[in-house]
């Protein structure tokens, strides 16, 4: 079977062998226990370790389990895969450990669409695995995606690096890019209890080479976090747990409660 994934070696399709994906110059890439697939070469790492620690990608997968940003996850759901859609090849580029990527993928297949995911973190990676059987999952940079030209419909970015130019290349003309965004008061009442002068965002669109910007969908909600360490795996999972002074998150440590807004925004842009 032929996979979404190209060899990031030669740029080859991949077939998928017993426990392997090969492609026709014979190089090879074992799948994982897991069922992902290690796509990023020796020479493109920045680190031993590269993306998210374990501890993040933990924080992560606790607080998004909670469903607290559901709404999120099925509005992304509506604008990947539009009720007339046809086979659908959906990229999930920064997937994390899956929480988008499994109902991307479960909103694809429903239209006999395939999906995959990439990300730089070999911890999250395991976790998407795990979380999303019927997609295809890859330790791989957003920078140099493992994917032929013009080869996905839509492609979703939340939260994560943006690298507009490789988007671009591997969206089919006229494909959707879906790029998350925090709304001006996201986390608002998190960042009251880190920071004596907390800000808004900045509300802005950004306009990138290639791509025409179609609509801007917010999305909001708020919701209770009920225990202290539910407010500790939202706080892990932001960047303020390396920003925060240490008296800060000593006085969030003492938070047993906490009721929160999350907004977003959701960017489409289609691929000129």
């Given at each position: ?98 929480y988008y990527t499994a109902a991307l993928a479960e909103a694809a297949a429903a239209h006999g669409g395939r999906t995959a995911g ?116 939202l706080f892990h999972m932001t960047p303020y747990t390396w920003k925060t002074p240490r008296q800060s998150a000593v006085r969030l ?20």
């Open positions: 079977m032929r996979s979404l994934f190209c060899c990031p070696i030669c740029g080859e399709a991949l077939e998928r062998e017993t426990g392997s994906l090969v492609c026709p110059r014979g190089h090879s890439y074992d799948l994982a226990r897991e069922g992902y697939v290690h796509l990023l070469p020796v020479n493109r790492r920045h680190s031993d370790h590269p993306g998210d620690d374990r501890d993040m990608v933990q924080a992560r997968t606790r607080f998004l389990s909670g469903g607290w940003y559901a709404p999120l996850r099925e509005a992304l759901c509506a604008l990947a895969v539009p009720p007339d859609e046809a086979a659908p090849v959906l990229l999930d580029a920064g997937c994390g450990e899956g990439v990300d730089l973190s070999k911890a999250a990676v395991k976790k998407a695995a795990r979380r999303c059987p019927s997609a295809e999952i890859a330790v791989a940079s957003s920078y140099r995606l493992p994917l032929a030209e013009a080869s996905v419909d839509c492609l979703v970015n939340c939260f994560s690096p943006l690298a507009a130019e490789e988007f671009r290349r591997v969206l089919r003309k006229d494909g959707t890019f879906l790029y998350v965004v925090p709304g001006p008061r996201h986390l608002w009442e998190l960042k009251c209890l880190l920071y004596d002068a907390p800000y808004e965002n900045e509300e802005r669109v950004e306009a990138y080479p290639g791509f025409s910007l179609e609509t801007v969908t917010p999305v909001e909600t708020r919701f209770t976090l009920p225990t202290a360490q539910d407010v500790q795996a440590a003492a938070v047993t409660q906490l009721t929160v807004t999350a907004q977003f925004r959701i960017h489409a842009f289609r691929r000129l």
